[in-house]
């Protein structure tokens, strides 16, 4: 290869900052650092439709105004007026995204969340919207776990978070995460981080790039501030010992989604109504985590297993797993089930958040159940039967 050419490539892997900075042009420092970045040519991209936001801002706070004649000529006095009060790039925030090397003008951040959430009401009320807006959420684990947080900030949840995962993007995520090429090699905390900030640049996002660990776990817990909800999103089953641990000691409710096939598998384990609930709801007996950090890949599916249930486990995932190390090397994982457990995740968590009834163990949201005609005639259900049977001899359960 060109020498040059290759000193400019390994010159350019080196990932951008992962968090947005914000400024305001009413401020000289703020004038200064934005005037700097376009001197540096690290600015390609300026973004500008602060008219737009303010005219949907304006609509959202005089919705009997909209559909009436006079409605455009209202909001260009309004808009107006406001421009003379103070210049337009003066107003609101430019919001600088070192990886999209873009500048953005956005409203502050009250009426940005005002106007980004609009449409949320009254499907979830201004209380409820706010109370969810205000928590602290901890994640642990960014496969399905990022369809799960990105489904609750997408529906304004959670400004302040905490990403928990160790590994890298790989080509072979790309069937269930929604992210790109351009993000491979990234760490996962990182390309997580960059998809919230996009959605919420105003959002406060901790990250624990190293995963969670034995000497980590009580201030991703206890912060601060002290976490409001705990997702289990993890692989390691030792590890998810350790944080119900940490839930029951901070007395946070706990929420796991685990993708099945096309289906979804959500457990819920309230800390902060019973600090006795049983970990895993005595699924797996009485373990403890230094028993199941010594399993081996046969005891860790066994265990992964008995705690979903071999009787909820899909034909079709049955035999991936018998074919672990031969024909496959991991678990089979689809994106439509990591996007559907984001969606009941985020609806959970939502609820629980806003003190709102919700099932406190387990359920099961199956697409084959709903919409595969087949999967309840007395010849399926006998099939399912012969091999779940089959298959807890084979796992020994």
């Given at each position: 290869?060109?020498?040059e050419l290759?000193?400019?490539?390994?010159?350019?892997?080196?990932?951008?900052e992962?968090?947005?900075?914000?400024?305001s042009l009413?401020?000289?420092s703020?004038?200064?650092e934005?005037k700097q970045?376009?001197?540096?040519?690290?600015?390609?991209?300026?973004?500008d439709?602060?008219r737009?936001?303010?005219q949907?801002l304006?609509?959202i706070n005089?919705?009997?105004k909209?559909?009436?004649?006079?409605?455009?000529?209202?909001?260009?006095?309004y808009y107006?007026?406001?421009?003379?009060k103070?210049?337009?790039?003066?107003?609101g925030?430019w919001?600088?995204?070192?990886?999209?090397?873009?500048?953005?003008?956005?409203?502050e951040?009250v009426?940005f969340?005002r106007?980004?959430?609009?449409r949320?009401?009254?499907?979830?009320?201004?209380?409820?919207?706010?109370?969810?807006?205000?928590?602290?959420?901890?994640i642990?684990?960014l496969?399905?776990?990022?369809?799960v947080i990105?489904?609750?900030v997408?529906?304004?949840g959670a400004?302040h978070l905490?990403?928990a995962?160790f590994?890298?993007?790989?080509l072979?995520?790309?069937?269930?995460i929604?992210?790109?090429?351009e993000?491979l090699?990234?760490?996962?905390?990182?390309?997580?981080a960059?998809?919230?900030y996009?959605?919420?640049?105003?959002?406060?996002?901790e990250?624990f790039?190293?995963?969670l660990?034995?000497?980590?776990?009580?201030k991703?817990f206890?912060g601060?501030?002290?976490?409001d909800?705990?997702?289990?999103e993890?692989?390691?089953?030792?590890?998810?010992?350790?944080?119900?641990?940490?839930?029951k000691?901070?007395?946070?409710?706990?929420?796991?989604g685990?993708?099945?096939?096309?289906n979804?598998v959500?457990?819920v384990e309230?800390y902060?109504?019973?600090?006795?609930?049983p970990f895993?709801?005595?699924?797996l007996?009485?373990?403890?985590?230094?028993q199941?950090?010594?399993?081996d890949k046969f005891?860790?599916?066994?265990?992964i297993?008995?705690?979903i249930?071999?009787?909820?486990v899909?034909?079709?995932m049955?035999?991936?797993?018998?074919?672990?190390?031969?024909?496959?090397?991991?678990?089979?994982?689809l994106?439509g089930?990591?996007?559907?457990?984001?969606?009941?995740?985020a609806?959970?968590?939502r609820?629980?958040?806003?003190?709102q009834p919700?099932?406190?163990?387990r359920?099961?949201?199956?697409?084959?159940?709903k919409?595969?005609p087949?999967?309840n005639?007395?010849?399926a259900?006998?099939?399912r039967?012969?091999?779940?049977?089959?298959?807890?001899k084979?796992?020994?359960?």
């Amino acid at each position: 290869m060109d020498k040059e050419l290759e000193k400019l490539i390994g010159d350019k892997n080196n990932p951008a900052e992962s968090k947005p900075k914000i400024f305001s042009l009413a401020k000289e420092s703020g004038r200064d650092e934005l005037k700097q970045l376009f001197a540096q040519n690290r600015i390609q991209t300026t973004v500008d439709d602060f008219r737009q936001q303010h005219q949907e801002l304006f609509a959202i706070n005089n919705p009997a105004k909209v559909y009436t004649p006079d409605f455009e000529k209202e909001f260009g006095e309004y808009y107006d007026q406001l421009s003379k009060k103070q210049p337009m790039a003066e107003q609101g925030n430019w919001v600088y995204f070192p990886w999209l090397a873009t500048v953005v003008h956005l409203l502050e951040d009250v009426d940005f969340q005002r106007v980004r959430t609009a449409r949320n009401r009254n499907l979830i009320s201004e209380e409820e919207q706010k109370k969810f807006y205000n928590s602290t959420i901890g994640i642990g684990g960014l496969s399905v776990g990022n369809s799960v947080i990105l489904a609750i900030v997408l529906q304004g949840g959670a400004k302040h978070l905490r990403l928990a995962d160790f590994d890298n993007l790989a080509l072979s995520n790309l069937n269930r995460i929604r992210s790109g090429v351009e993000s491979l090699g990234l760490r996962k905390v990182e390309m997580t981080a960059r998809q919230i900030y996009a959605l919420n640049p105003y959002a406060e996002v901790e990250l624990f790039a190293e995963g969670l660990t034995t000497d980590n776990l009580d201030k991703f817990f206890a912060g601060p501030p002290k976490l409001d909800l705990v997702i289990d999103e993890l692989d390691n089953i030792a590890v998810k010992y350790l944080i119900r641990e940490q839930a029951k000691k901070h007395g946070v409710p706990l929420v796991m989604g685990a993708d099945n096939g096309d289906n979804a598998v959500v457990d819920v384990e309230r800390y902060d109504l019973d600090p006795n609930t049983p970990f895993f709801h005595g699924r797996l007996g009485d373990v403890n985590y230094e028993q199941l950090t010594k399993l081996d890949k046969f005891g860790i599916g066994r265990t992964i297993t008995q705690h979903i249930g071999p009787e909820n486990v899909t034909d079709k995932m049955q035999n991936s797993l018998m074919e672990m190390g031969k024909t496959i090397v991991s678990w089979p994982q689809l994106g439509g089930a990591a996007l559907l457990n984001g969606s009941a995740v985020a609806y959970s968590v939502r609820r629980i958040l806003n003190g709102q009834p919700l099932e406190q163990n387990r359920a099961l949201i199956s697409l084959d159940e709903k919409l595969d005609p087949e999967y309840n005639t007395p010849q399926a259900q006998e099939k399912r039967n012969k091999l779940t049977e089959d298959f807890k001899k084979i796992m020994k359960l």
